[in-house]
Structures are given as structure tokens and as C-alpha cells.
């Protein structure tokens, strides 16, 4: 509802410890196939994550005139960004996990996903983590946050000239701007 994701779908779940013995191939020969390309030093190494500087760098260059099977790892890209940039955010907001890939592997069949509820589980987590005093920041979607606080405490709501949308987070894009 604040997000407009599913949440009565297929779970989003994903392993890295097994890779590649769940998945029969090595992690980064999926990413490559899946992406079109491996960020430069993860091949062979255990960092399971991409920058989204790399991915944003990649979207940025990408072509006019691009086939079918190109056009489809760019949006994989772009769903990775999201992904990591606006709904699964780590503390620092700069790294994705790859874990997510295989779910992006058929593009049909990736609205078939609780994108809804692993957000909100991202946040929860994130949130049990940051009550710790030595933590400094806070992962999770921060959007998904502030549209829950606004729609129940309406008083801290920034005004706004809009009627209600669908998604509701949509409602205080006019209104965050003008603070």
C-alpha cells in the first residue's frame, strides 16, 4: 500500500554461503551472463556485492541500439540500482547484494515476488540493528519509513495539494520539496 509492492506473492529469498552448489555455476559467471558484464575484481573473490556506482556508470553508458537480450541485462541493472539505492539500502546506501540476480533472471516472472514484504523485513532489520548506541546511520528503505510515519501521524505530514494516490509514498514527493 505505501509502496505499491506486492506482498502476497512468492518469497524473496537467496543464499550466497552455497552458491554455487545451489545454483550449479559460479556466482559471478551468472552475473556476467545476467548483467553482460562483472564489475572489475570480483571475479574469483567472495565479495558478493556490486557498487551502484558501477551500475549507475553502466546505465549511463549505455547504447541507443541495443538487441533484445542487451536491452534485458540493462534492466536488470537498473532493477539492481533500485534495488539497492531506494528499497534495500545497506547503511552505507553504495553496495547491492548479488543475491537478488537469480530472482531477475527470467524478467516475466519477477512481479511473481514479495518485493513488498522483503522490503519491509529489510527495514525492520535495519532498525533492530541501528537501536545499538555505537551505531552510526540507519539501512532500509527510508521512504517506506517516512510514508508509514506520514500516513499514521498525520500532524507531521508535510501539506500538500495532492489527493491521495496510489502509492501513497508518492503523495509527499510535492511536499518534500518545498520544505
Not at 5 to 30: A, M, N, Y
Not at 67 to 88: E, K, P, T
Not at 114 to 139: K, P, T
Request: aromatic share 14%; charged share 15%; with cysteine.
Amino acid at each position: 500500500m505505501q509502496l505499491g509492492l506486492p506482498v502476497d506473492c512468492q518469497p524473496v529469498s537467496g543464499t550466497l554461503r552455497s552458491w554455487s552448489k545451489f545454483h550449479q555455476r559460479d556466482i559471478w559467471e551468472w552475473c556476467h551472463e545476467l548483467l553482460g558484464e562483472v564489475p572489475a575484481g570480483h571475479v574469483g573473490t567472495t565479495k558478493y556485492n556490486i557498487k551502484l556506482k558501477w551500475l549507475r556508470t553502466r546505465l549511463q553508458q549505455m547504447p541507443l541500439d541495443l538487441d533484445d537480450n542487451s536491452l534485458m541485462q540493462y534492466a536488470r541493472c537498473y532493477i539492481l540500482y533500485m534495488l539497492g539505492g531506494v528499497l534495500l539500502l545497506d547503511k552505507a546506501n553504495n553496495t547491492v547484494l548479488v543475491r537478488y540476480l537469480p530472482l531477475l533472471a527470467d524478467y516475466d516472472v519477477i512481479d511473481t515476488y514479495s518485493w513488498g514484504s522483503a522490503v519491509l523485513c529489510w527495514l525492520y532489520r535495519a532498525m533492530c540493528l541501528a537501536i545499538d548506541y555505537s551505531v552510526e546511520g540507519m539501512g532500509g528503505c527510508h521512504t517506506l519509513l517516512m510514508s508509514w510515519i506520514y500516513y499514521r501521524l498525520p500532524f507531521w505530514a508535510p501539506d500538500i495539494m495532492t489527493p491521495y494516490s496510489f502509492s501513497l509514498a508518492t503523495r509527499y514527493v510535492i511536499g518534500l520539496h518545498t520544505l
